[in-house]
């Protein structure tokens, strides 16, 4: 991973949003990734992120009784 092929920006009401370009982008597309979801805090001196891909595909089906 090249991490000049990902950026953070602002959607358009102010929330943390992943843009992907060349080859990271052509990998996300083959695994079939639709979303990727980040979260982002900060605290001083500490700074902090967490991400989460989402893909088309449901592997698992969940049933709840």
Known sequence: VRLNEIE???DEV????VRLCGALLEYARKKEMS???LSLSHEPPYVTAFAVCQTYKVS???NYK
């Open 8 to 10: 953070v920006i602002s």
């Open 14 to 17: 102010g929330r943390p949003k």
């Open 35 to 37: 979303d990727i979801l």
């Open 60 to 62: 698992i089906q969940l």
